[in-house]
């Protein structure tokens, strides 16, 4: 609610001041969907895929091997005794430990890249908006979010747009 009444407020104050600056024209657009569409968010994915494949199957091989253990140790439990099934539950749950770390790690490093690859990405698009907004007359550029724009008339959304020129400055851009 409190999110609604602020862009409430917000629309009222930018339509005073467009009666004092001239015509506002507004526009929106969905930057996920643009960085998702683009041919640099598909270069990303595919890099991160390449860089993180070996650590990915190496977790699937350790889960896989923690699922056997797993099946072993209940069709042998009855079987056991006391202290051969205490050693088995203890490395059953060393195992699972190793495996939950892994697998933490792995999304530590997961969302470190693709933090890399995002920043590096966003500060093309940034420019890319701007000067698609200065080129078009657009004096107010929203981000579609879900909870904040409900509805935008098609006319003024911009992603596809955006997108486009995204793949364009991304081609030209200095690369490091």
Same mark, same amino acid.
């Given at each position: 609610?409190?999110?609604?009444?602020?862009?409430?407020?917000?629309?009222?104050?930018?339509?005073?001041?467009?009666?004092?600056?001239?015509?506002?024209?507004?526009?929106?657009?969905?930057?996920?969907?643009?960085?998702?569409?683009?041919?640099?968010?598909?270069?990303?994915?595919?890099?991160?895929?390449?860089?993180?494949?070996?650590?990915?199957?190496?977790?699937?091989?350790?889960?896989?091997?923690?699922?056997?253990?797993?099946?072993?140790?209940?069709?042998?439990?009855?079987?056991? @005794?006391?202290?051969?099934?205490?050693?088995?539950?203890?490395?059953?749950?060393?195992?699972?430990?190793?495996?939950?770390?892994?697998?933490?790690?792995?999304?530590?490093?997961?969302?470190?890249?693709? @933090?890399?690859?995002?920043?590096?990405?966003?500060?093309?698009?940034?420019?890319?908006?701007?000067?698609?907004?200065?080129?078009? @007359?657009?004096?107010?550029?929203?981000?579609?979010?879900?909870?904040?724009?409900?509805?935008?008339? @098609?006319?003024?959304?911009?992603?596809?747009?955006?997108?486009?020129?995204?793949?364009?400055?991304?081609?030209?851009?200095?690369?490091?």
């Amino acid at each position: 609610m409190r999110k609604f009444l602020a862009f409430a407020l917000f629309l009222l104050l930018m339509q005073s001041v467009a009666f004092a600056a001239g015509p506002v024209k507004i526009a929106v657009f969905d930057p996920g969907e643009a960085v998702k569409n683009s041919e640099p968010g598909a270069e990303a994915i595919k890099q991160l895929e390449t860089k993180l494949k070996p650590e990915k199957d190496r977790i699937d091989r350790q889960e896989k091997d923690f699922i056997k253990m797993t099946e072993d140790f209940q069709k042998q439990a009855f079987a056991l @005794g006391p202290d051969a099934r205490q050693d088995k539950e203890r490395e059953l749950r060393r195992k699972d430990f190793e495996l939950a770390e892994a697998k933490r790690m792995f999304m530590n490093a997961l969302n470190r890249e693709q @933090g890399t690859k995002m920043n590096e990405i966003e500060k093309v698009l940034g420019e890319v908006v701007r000067d698609y907004c200065a080129k078009n @007359g657009v004096t107010l550029l929203m981000a579609k979010v879900p909870g904040i724009v409900y509805f935008a008339d @098609g006319s003024t959304d911009i992603t596809k747009t955006v997108t486009l020129e995204l793949n364009k400055s991304w081609k030209t851009r200095p690369k490091k």
